[in-house]
């Protein structure tokens, strides 16, 4: 910036002002020296006070003009020096002036366009950042010179080096010269001479950089892992939202997109109360409430989504505590365990079929082993009552041929009740009353049992049936 661009309205006189005032003064002097020899005696004393005032007022004007040329240069002074050449090296700062053209770089950011601070100055200021930024910068240097403060996110790239960020910050330098004296107006035209700004006048910009590579960096870095895991919660069949405090949805995912049949920017931000009907609404109020006080909150519930069909979640109401120890949301985490509730509804469904099945069958077996133990008794008696006669008729006098057939009888009647003695037996077993007992057996006798047992009836059909036992 040069010294004669600073400027402002109504200041003191310049040089130029000097020049036209000083020869108006220099002869009206002289006229009034002039004057003396002219005028009688009684006008002499006036002649001599016009000479001496025109000659202070030269004296007067060329002090105020000297003055005015070092406050000027004083300021020019300021603005070509100042912050930059306070600040360390290593700083990322630029000075523009009003006209857009850079007037102080810092060693820093000089070093790191790969320049000297002496091949920056006086470039235009948009160019400091390179042509991707270019656009960019001057909007910003023009929105400071307005008396803005501008910030910019910009990516520095370089031919050998990995690409940098700078955060960018353009904020307007402002005059801060004491007030001078008031002076007169200065006239308007070709001839009228640039003067001092006042304070806070606007005569220039300063670009402030800082390197957030390492930072944006970080950011990308967590920006990628943050799309792997929405990409990943999106895919896995589990509805998942976070609730804050005042009960408002601050993200689902797709699964609960799909539950609530809204996208998520439709659901973001909104109550939870707005989003469910009054029925589920009072089901799940108290339990986020009792999540909010710090507590998990394990829950299974059965609701019927939007085509009508059942539904059954299991999951928890998980609370979010900050770093203070306050509770400042509340993460929902619930499965679809549709088909396995019903698979659990038909199974308990068969097991109620299978247990009254099972009832019935234990009736029917115990019936009939009432029946048989009934029927038992009732055939017994009256085989007693055959065993008996044939016992008194094998007492009797028979002949040879009688007495076989009455020992057959006798042994078929012992055979049928040893039977119906099997048949309680069967039905003790089934009672748990069985008792065993040891007997004496003889296998030849009982042989011939059965062959005296059969004879007859083979008989009849002109058979014969004998046993030999070696």
């Given at each position: 910036?040069?010294?004669?661009?600073?400027?402002?309205?109504?200041?003191?006189?310049?040089?130029?002002?000097?020049?036209?005032?000083?020869?108006?003064?220099?002869?009206?002097?002289?006229?009034?020296?002039?004057?003396?020899?002219?005028?009688?005696?009684?006008w002499e004393l006036l002649a001599h006070t016009a000479a001496a005032a025109s000659v202070l007022s030269m004296l007067w004007m060329w002090q105020r003009g000297r003055r005015a040329d070092d406050r000027r240069i004083s300021?020019?002074?300021?603005?070509?020096?100042?912050?930059?050449?306070?600040?360390?090296?290593?700083?990322?700062?630029?000075?523009?002036?009003?006209?857009?053209?850079?007037?102080?770089?810092?060693?820093?950011?000089?070093?790191?366009?790969?320049?000297e601070p002496d091949d920056l100055r006086g470039a235009a200021a948009n160019e400091l950042l390179g042509p991707l930024n270019a656009n960019a910068l001057a909007e910003a240097v023009r929105k400071a010179l307005g008396g803005?403060?501008?910030?910019?996110?910009?990516?520095?790239?370089?031919?050998?080096?990995?690409?940098?960020?700078?955060?960018?910050?353009?904020?307007?330098?402002?005059?801060?010269?004491?007030?001078?004296?008031?002076?007169?107006?200065?006239?308007?035209?070709?001839?009228?001479?640039?003067?001092?700004?006042?304070?806070?006048?606007?005569?220039?910009?300063?670009?402030?950089?800082?390197?957030?590579?390492?930072?944006?960096?970080?950011?990308?870095?967590?920006?990628?892992?943050?799309?792997?895991?929405?990409?990943?919660?999106?895919?896995?069949?589990?509805?998942?939202?976070?609730?804050?405090?005042?009960?408002?949805?601050?993200?689902?995912?797709?699964?609960?997109?799909?539950?609530?049949?809204?996208?998520?920017?439709?659901?973001?931000?909104?109550?939870?109360?707005?989003?469910?009907?009054?029925?589920?609404?009072?089901?799940?109020?108290?339990?986020?409430?009792?999540?909010?006080?710090?507590?998990?909150?394990?829950?299974?519930?059965?609701?019927?989504?939007?085509?009508?069909?059942?539904?059954?979640?299991?999951?928890?109401?998980?609370?979010?505590?900050?770093?203070?120890?306050?509770?400042?949301?509340?993460?929902?985490?619930?499965?679809?365990?549709?088909?396995?509730?019903?698979?659990?509804?038909?199974?308990?469904?068969?097991?109620?079929?299978?247990?009254?099945?099972?009832?019935?069958?234990?009736?029917?077996?115990?019936?009939?082993?009432?029946?048989?133990?009934?029927?038992?008794?009732?055939?017994?008696?009256?085989?007693?009552?055959?065993?008996?006669?044939?016992?008194?008729?094998?007492?009797?006098?028979?002949?040879?041929?009688?007495?076989?057939?009455?020992?057959?009888?006798?042994?078929?009647?012992?055979?049928?009740?040893?039977?119906?003695?099997?048949?309680?037996?069967?039905?003790?077993?089934?009672?748990?009353?069985?008792?065993?007992?040891?007997?004496?057996?003889?296998?030849?006798?009982?042989?011939?049992?059965?062959?005296?047992?059969?004879?007859?009836?083979?008989?009849?059909?002109?058979?014969?049936?004998?046993?030999?036992?070696?």
């Amino acid at each position: 910036m040069t010294r004669e661009s600073i400027v402002r309205e109504g200041a003191e006189p310049g040089p130029a002002d000097r020049q036209r005032s000083l020869p108006v003064l220099g002869a009206l002097a002289l006229a009034s020296l002039a004057m003396e020899w002219v005028l009688p005696g009684r006008w002499e004393l006036l002649a001599h006070t016009a000479a001496a005032a025109s000659v202070l007022s030269m004296l007067w004007m060329w002090q105020r003009g000297r003055r005015a040329d070092d406050r000027r240069i004083s300021a020019a002074a300021k603005v070509e020096r100042a912050p930059v050449a306070r600040l360390p090296a290593s700083a990322l700062v630029a000075q523009v002036d009003s006209a857009g053209r850079c007037i102080e770089v810092s060693l820093g950011l000089a070093t790191l366009l790969g320049l000297e601070p002496d091949d920056l100055r006086g470039a235009a200021a948009n160019e400091l950042l390179g042509p991707l930024n270019a656009n960019a910068l001057a909007e910003a240097v023009r929105k400071a010179l307005g008396g803005e403060c501008v910030g910019l996110h910009s990516q520095l790239l370089h031919a050998t080096r990995p690409p940098l960020w700078l955060r960018v910050a353009v904020a307007p330098i402002r005059e801060s010269v004491p007030a001078a004296p008031e002076a007169t107006a200065q006239p308007a035209g070709d001839d009228a001479q640039a003067v001092v700004p006042a304070p806070g006048a606007i005569i220039g910009c300063e670009i402030v950089a800082t390197d957030v590579t390492d930072l944006q960096r970080t950011i990308e870095t967590a920006q990628r892992g943050e799309r792997r895991l929405r990409v990943i919660m999106d895919q896995i069949p589990v509805t998942i939202s976070y609730i804050d405090a005042e009960l408002h949805y601050r993200y689902v995912n797709r699964a609960q997109e799909q539950w609530l049949g809204r996208r998520a920017d439709e659901v973001v931000g909104q109550p939870v109360r707005d989003l469910v009907d009054d029925e589920v609404w009072a089901d799940i109020s108290p339990r986020l409430l009792e999540a909010l006080k710090g507590h998990h909150v394990p829950l299974e519930r059965h609701r019927i989504d939007r085509n009508g069909n059942p539904v059954w979640h299991s999951g928890r109401h998980v609370p979010d505590v900050n770093d203070e120890g306050q509770v400042i949301g509340v993460y929902t985490v619930f499965f679809d365990i549709t088909q396995r509730a019903v698979a659990e509804r038909a199974l308990l469904e068969r097991e109620a079929e299978l247990r009254t099945a099972k009832e019935a069958a234990e009736n029917a077996s115990r019936a009939k082993s009432e029946f048989l133990a009934n029927m038992s008794h009732e055939i017994r008696t009256p085989m007693n009552g055959v065993l008996g006669l044939t016992e008194l008729l094998l007492e009797t006098p028979l002949d040879s041929q009688q007495r076989p057939f009455v020992e057959t009888v006798r042994s078929s009647g012992e055979s049928l009740m040893s039977i119906i003695n099997d048949i309680l037996d069967f039905s003790k077993i089934e009672a748990g009353k069985l008792e065993t007992e040891t007997l004496d057996f003889d296998l030849y006798q009982s042989v011939e049992d059965v062959v005296q047992l059969l004879a007859p009836r083979a008989h009849s059909k002109q058979l014969e049936i004998a046993c030999r036992i070696d």
